[in-house]
């Protein structure tokens, strides 16, 4: 047991130190290693469906299995191109072509696929190759779309990538801590070794440390300003005037708390208080991501996804909450932060052609007009 926990402990701190070292060199680091993680998930779960089934020696399985994984990055990182590179692609004619076109291509690709799995089929394995049809699907639902929502959160400001993914990672280890030392009421069937005293321990623990990692993060420009791709310098930026978010204010404590803590105010970041919300996520819904894990192994008779990791199992094993995470952060932007991003609207306007963009001015313009804001006799 003893052992167990310090490979576990010796190995969680090297990938810890891993992760802070690819943070300092940059946002494109961090998304080659979303993409990497995606890639190797991915292939952990069709690794098992290949496993069981690979008896029946199904044809082009697994090769269609990587086909559609191509076809689906090739859609999705297609469309984050065009929304954050557009100043870059409107340089190169072979580009907007691509991306003019990019959703038809997309569907002809897995089309392609489709027909080719149709081909496929064998008499007398019609059933099986439709479950494993439904197999590559839901793996990719699973994998690439919530790596795919990794990434548009890491463009809103790093600290939305940060935060969410450390909670999950401070509950981990946290709830193992306390269960270990503590750990005496099952908390789930799906997973013996869950307590109810981890599961406690670590809810508090993370959501203290999500509020005092925040208030650090919410500090630096580096960690709260929007990615943004500089086309002159071929550079992710992080520059910026941070947002109200990331501006101290003074907020009146609730009368009960102003016996118990002797305060009537405090000062601090308005993002701690939605790092309230991720890591109470984090903490109480993301578990599930990994009790759910737990039940597929379970069904399938394995320990772990894969032996990547000594002590830890596969990478798939370490990233059960964080997909489950990611939809949460991408929902909660969406509804409760997210406006209308100007930057993002001008660079979508540069790219139309220049009579679609006069239109576009004439039609502002007599807008203004009609508000008040501008006068009527005013030169454009």
Not at 123 to 142: G, N, S
Not at 275 to 294: E, V
Request: glycine content about 6%; proline content about 4%; charged content about 15%.
């Amino acid at each position: 047991r003893w052992k167990n926990w310090w490979i576990r402990g010796i190995l969680t701190l090297a990938m810890i130190s891993v992760f802070f070292l690819i943070i300092y060199l940059g946002s494109f680091m961090l998304m080659l290693l979303v993409l990497s993680i995606q890639v190797k998930c991915y292939h952990e779960i069709i690794t098992i469906g290949y496993r069981v089934y690979h008896s029946y020696d199904l044809p082009w399985f697994r090769s269609l299995s990587w086909y559609f994984l191509l076809c689906v990055n090739y859609f999705f990182y297609g469309e984050t191109v065009a929304d954050y590179f557009a100043t870059f692609v409107q340089r190169r004619e072979q580009l907007q072509f691509l991306i003019r076109y990019h959703r038809f291509i997309s569907f002809a690709l897995y089309l392609t696929g489709f027909c080719m799995f149709v081909l496929s089929l064998v008499k007398k394995r019609y059933r099986l190759q439709f479950y494993m049809f439904a197999w590559t699907h839901v793996t990719l639902l699973i994998t690439v779309t919530q790596s795919h929502l990794v990434i548009q959160n890491l463009f809103e400001g790093m600290i939305w990538f940060l935060v969410p993914i450390s909670s999950v990672i401070c509950n981990d280890i946290t709830a193992y801590i306390f269960g270990f030392f503590f750990g005496r009421t099952p908390l789930i069937k799906l997973s013996p070794k869950k307590t109810w005293e981890g599961f406690i321990g670590g809810f508090f623990s993370t959501v203290v440390f999500g509020f005092i990692f925040s208030y650090f993060l919410a500090q630096d420009q580096y960690f709260v300003c929007p990615v943004e791709y500089n086309s002159e310098t071929n550079r992710f930026v992080t520059e910026c005037e941070p947002s109200e978010l990331f501006q101290m204010k003074k907020y009146s404590v609730p009368p009960l708390l102003q016996a118990v803590l002797g305060w009537e105010t405090v000062t601090m970041y308005p993002f701690q208080m939605h790092s309230i919300a991720l890591s109470t996520f984090a903490s109480l819904i993301g578990p599930f991501g990994g009790f759910f894990a737990s039940g597929f192994k379970r069904a399938f008779k394995i320990k772990d996804f894969a032996d990547t990791i000594p002590g830890h199992g596969g990478i798939m094993d370490r990233f059960d909450c964080q997909y489950l995470m990611a939809t949460f952060v991408h929902v909660y932007i969406t509804s409760f932060i997210r406006g209308p991003n100007p930057s993002k609207l001008l660079k979508q306007l540069l790219i139309l052609q220049p009579e679609e963009q006069l239109s576009v001015y004439k039609t502002l313009k007599s807008h203004l007009v009609e508000k008040g804001i501008l006068q009527p006799s005013l030169r454009g």
